[in-house]
Nanobody, 122 residues
Framework: VQLVESGGGLVHPGGSLRLSCATSGIIFGIYAMGWYRQAPGNQRELVAG???????NYADSVKGRFTISRDNTKKAIYLQIDTLKPEDTAVYYCNAGQAFYGAPYDGPGPYWGQGTQVTVSS
């Protein structure tokens, strides 16, 4: 099983990024997926989840700025991040966990990627 994140980088406040998470070795369609982030000294936190049928949920701190999506054909998920703030600086991880069809993503499953660094600074 592999989850590989990409798309991170250094951006100015107010900028945008699109993170990707490519998967292999799993039957992607039976997994709900999530994006987490971890800043130095902080616990890893869930920022967005997406169910098997594409329903999304977000942490209050990112609603309106983050958009999660999935492409079952490409076995990948994405995180569009707009209006970036310095407090969004963190390593962003994707996660896969089996779920019933239609059930919301509700917490970490067993599979994690290695993370991609997002740094927001002027």
């Amino acid at each position: 099983v592999q989850l590989v994140e990409s798309g991170g980088g250094l951006v100015h406040p107010g900028g945008s990024l699109r993170l990707s998470c490519a998967t292999s070795g799993i039957i992607f369609g039976i997994y709900a997926m999530g994006w987490y982030r971890q800043a130095p000294g902080n616990q890893r936190e869930l920022v967005a989840g997406i169910s098997r049928n594409g329903s999304a949920n977000y942490a209050d701190s990112v609603k309106g700025r983050f958009t999660i999506s999935r492409d079952n054909t490409k076995k990948a998920i994405y995180l569009q991040i707009d209006t970036l703030k310095p407090e969004d600086t963190a390593v962003y991880y994707c996660n896969a966990g089996q779920a019933f069809y239609g059930a919301p993503y509700d917490g970490p499953g067993p599979y994690w990627g290695q993370g991609t660094q997002v740094t927001v600074s002027s």
